[in-house]
């Protein structure tokens, strides 16, 4: 069955750029029918949907992060990306990566992020 | 984009039933038939519960069930078990082709 890891630093500057990769194992991005989602969860908070993107590059944010959220996909590695840049304190949260259709799953474990100097 | 709005918690003694909403708008949850459920265990990822609505994805106890009517959707678990205690959110397809999530609620089994 499908299965996703994010991974990436779980430490990051103020006002420097997050970066999380998602990896796809046991399908492949580019087989297409699914779009793949990162969504964060601050903590002790609820779920906040930050953007999907397709194998063909397609890509929706959420309005309230648009200005700072680059999703990309590698389809040779059979991965996709977060880039959300200029962070804050506010951005510490566990972010977790998802098949998506109209519904999310499976999810990844999920990966918390700090943003502390 | 506003979360939907869900109830902060719910309880009930096991074997009970109880029924958990979520309410959108016109653009989101009344608009489309693709709302979810998700079941959250203390530091654990989401696990899906519901989809389309009322669809229980392979797995899933048939003590789950969904519904929506207008801007509202609704969880129902019958048969309350311990192991239902939880944090259950609801997602919705918008008419920005994006998705909103539940602002969560905690499931007390008494």
């Known amino acids: 069955q499908v299965q996703l890891q994010e991974s990436g630093p779980g430490l990051v500057k103020p006002s420097q750029t997050l970066s999380l990769t998602c990896t796809v194992s046991?399908?492949?991005?580019?087989?297409?029918?699914?779009?793949w989602s990162w969504i964060r969860q601050h903590p002790g908070k609820g779920l906040e949907w930050i953007g999907y993107i397709y194998y063909s590059g397609s890509t929706y944010y959420n309005p309230s992060l648009k200005s700072r959220v680059t999703i990309s996909v590698d389809t040779s590695k059979n991965q996709f990306s977060l880039k959300l840049s200029s962070v804050t304190a506010a951005d510490t949260a566990v972010y977790y990566c998802a098949r998506s259709f109209n519904w999310f799953d499976p999810w990844g474990q999920g990966t918390l992020v700090t943003v502390s100097s | 984009q506003s979360a939907l709005t869900q109830p902060a918690s719910v309880s009930g003694s096991p074997g009970q039933s109880i029924t958990i909403s979520c309410t959108g708008t016109?653009?989101?949850?009344?608009?489309?038939?693709?709302v979810s459920w998700y079941q959250q265990h203390p530091g654990k990822a989401p696990k899906l519960m519901i989809y389309?609505?009322?669809n229980r994805p392979s797995g899933v106890s048939n003590r789950f069930s969904g519904s929506k009517s207008g801007n509202t959707a609704s969880l129902t678990i019958s048969g309350l078990q311990a192991e239902d205690e939880a944090d259950y959110y609801c997602?919705?397809?918008?008419?920005?082709?994006?998705?909103?999530f539940g602002t969560g609620t905690k499931v007390t089994v008494l």
């Open positions: 997602s919705s397809f918008t008419s920005s082709s994006t998705y909103l």
């Open positions: 046991g399908g492949s991005i580019s087989s297409g029918g699914y779009y």
């Open positions: 389309d609505v009322s």
């Open positions: 016109s653009s989101d949850v009344g608009g489309y038939n693709s």
